[in-house]
């Protein structure tokens, strides 16, 4: 499995408030991203891999939705994250 226990506590612990703060934007945010770098190179071994597809873009529709949010509640924590983590946008 690609996404161990370690490394989403480690994805938090970077990101969000802490190993165990699952619930911040940041966290899930960077979360997100990891398992969407993950599929995307997924995507490019299996071009017709149509579930993995649809996967992707949920992930990627929620990633969105989540950025909306933090930038309309804290706009220096948005800006933060998108640099940290390199995002188009």
């Known amino acids: ?8 506590e480690e994805i938090f612990a970077k990101h969000g408030g802490g190993k165990t703060d699952t619930g911040s934007a940041e ?3 960077a979360l997100f991203s990891y398992r969407i770098s993950h599929l995307t190179d997924h995507l490019k071994k299996n071009r017709k891999d149509y579930g993995t597809q649809k996967a ?3 992930l990627v529709g929620k990633r969105r939705s989540l950025l909306n949010y933090l930038k309309s509640k804290d706009i220096e924590r948005y800006r933060a994250i998108v640099k ?6």
């Open 1 to 8: 499995m690609y996404l161990t226990k370690e490394k989403k």
């Open 27 to 29: 966290g899930q945010i």
């Open 56 to 58: 992707l873009q949920t």
């Open 84 to 89: 940290e983590l390199g995002l188009r946008r």
